[in-house]
């Protein structure tokens, strides 16, 4: 009974961590056809394309990933211009990353950014890194915010981590948060791995408070409208893509982690476990 009650607890925190709704989400795990959003409605599904293919790594071992190792032709997943992802004052990205190599560029982790005005967010690899030559294994993230009213300093804004990252060969869980409400500490960079929880990477950051909003931009993994011609996603895996309208702590992040970690068990198995759990409790009364 004690081994049960355990699995039921286990179960109940696992159907609890998407209490809190996604705007956007991508888990590539379809059989083929588009990315499917399951995040907020209404939908904005996915295109893979170029050579963007589904991959059975993940970080789990079960399920999909999208691939873009073969880049003859750019590979990249598009989807449509979602109004949900504008006019947000906060927001949180995340995404699991296994890179094969990286040498140089802006790689796209995630974006929905403006031309001209460069409006909207862009989350990005950076090849400058803090430290060290730059590699697979070690590389800054970037967040580039704007209003879309213009480009000047007042409008756009760009911050990068004050320390590096890495992930070669292997999956990690990177996340990026930013709270305009707030005036100071309003960027927090975050990583973790299958077997490590989320943490900070580097310290809190500092930019300016503003309305995020990219206007008629496409969002895009490994794609941006700023620069729609340019081969800016990443050479290596991406799974479980994620975009919030509020700012998560570490606690809820590193939830997004572990779900993304266990199979998504079923309804039947979520009720059940709710009343194990229950059980459990008058037990120990």
Do not use: H
């Amino acid at each position: 009974m004690k081994n049960l009650c355990k699995l039921g607890c286990l179960l109940a925190l696992l159907s609890s961590t998407n209490g809190q709704t996604p705007l956007l989400r991508y888990s590539f795990d379809e059989a083929s056809g588009d990315a499917v959003d399951s995040g907020s409605a209404p939908a904005a599904n996915g295109t893979l394309n170029g050579g963007a293919v589904r991959s059975t790594n993940t970080p789990s071992g079960t399920g999909s990933s999208v691939s873009f190792l073969s880049e003859s032709p750019y590979a990249y997943v598009l989807g449509p211009d979602g109004d949900k992802l504008d006019g947000l004052n906060q927001i949180t990205l995340t995404t699991w990353l296994n890179l094969s190599s990286y040498t140089s560029g802006n790689n796209r982790l995630f974006s929905k950014q403006a031309a001209t005005t460069f409006g909207g967010f862009s989350w990005n690899m950076n090849a400058i890194p803090n430290s060290d030559p730059v590699s697979a294994d070690n590389f800054r993230l970037g967040l580039f915010l704007g209003n879309n009213v213009s480009a000047g300093a007042n409008d756009f804004v760009s911050v990068f981590s004050n320390d590096d990252v890495g992930a070669a060969d292997r999956w990690v869980f990177l996340a990026v948060t930013y709270n305009g409400t707030i005036a100071t500490d309003n960027v927090r960079f975050y990583i973790g791995s299958p077997s490590t929880p989320v943490t900070l990477v580097g310290t809190p950051l500092t930019t300016l408070q503003l309305t995020i909003d990219a206007g008629s931009a496409r969002a895009g993994v490994g794609f941006t409208d700023a620069a729609p011609t340019a081969n800016t996603s990443a050479i290596g895996l991406q799974d479980d893509v994620r975009v919030y309208g509020t700012a998560l702590d570490s606690a809820a992040l590193d939830q997004i982690r572990l779900a993304n970690l266990v199979p998504e068990p079923s309804t039947t198995l979520i009720a059940g476990s709710t009343l194990l759990l229950g059980a459990c409790r008058r037990r120990r009364r």
